[in-house]
């Protein structure tokens, strides 16, 4: 059987976990490839709701919640997956035609903005944690849904927000360190 195209391995540059340039970097690419299986259970479990609303007329009450609550978790994630693997959104017709030693200063640049960014999320992220787990006086409680269901996902989504955006902080500064070493050499 001949191969097909989708069957060959990857060559090794394309690989997402030899483009990962640190130790939190291929860590994120291996959670990441771990973590892509839940896709497959949003689909899952979305067609048991409609099977059950639809064949059955018996809805459930926490699919959707819980299928939005993973997906929304997931593309958060994406984001350090995409930075990790340096398949993030640059604009090529710029970075690719110029020398290295300009792209290593694009780089740096992008890091440099990437860090004000990245600090006032943190502090919008804290601020919007803050409110979702404590209330004013202080007390834990966690913020919920509203629904008949009534989880805590909007909680535990606004925390994860929190701690991605710690996550790539880290990571930039990470790059950061790195292409500056590298400005050295080239």
């Known amino acids: 059987m001949p191969d097909t195209p989708?069957?060959?391995?990857?060559?090794?540059?394309?690989?997402?976990?030899?483009?990962?340039?640190?130790?939190?970097d291929r860590g994120i690419v291996w959670l990441g490839s771990k973590l892509s299986i839940l896709f497959a259970v949003v689909a899952i479990v979305s067609t048991y709701e409609i099977v059950m609303r639809y064949v059955f007329d018996d809805p459930t009450t926490w699919v959707h919640e819980t299928a939005t609550f993973i997906g929304a978790s997931l593309f958060i994630f994406g984001g350090l997956y995409a930075f990790a693997s340096d398949k993030h959104v640059r604009v090529v017709l710029i970075y690719d035609s110029v020398s290295e030693r300009a792209q290593c200063w694009l780089r740096i640049l992008h890091h440099l903005?990437?860090?004000?960014?990245?600090?006032?999320?943190?502090?919008?992220?804290?601020?919007?944690?803050?409110?979702?787990?404590?209330?004013?006086?202080?007390?834990?409680?966690?913020?919920?849904?509203?629904?008949?269901?009534?989880?805590p996902f909007p909680a535990y989504l606004k925390v994860f927000i929190l701690v991605a955006f710690a996550v790539l902080t880290l990571q930039l500064v990470l790059h950061l360190i790195r292409d500056l070493r590298q400005l050295r050499n080239v």
């Open 6 to 24: 989708e069957a060959l391995p990857l060559p090794a540059a394309e690989r997402d976990e030899d483009l990962a340039s640190n130790a939190l």
């Open 113 to 151: 903005l990437g860090l004000g960014f990245s600090g006032m999320m943190l502090y919008a992220g804290w601020t919007m944690a803050r409110k979702a787990v404590f209330t004013p006086w202080g007390a834990l409680r966690l913020e919920t849904s509203g629904s008949a269901w009534n989880p």
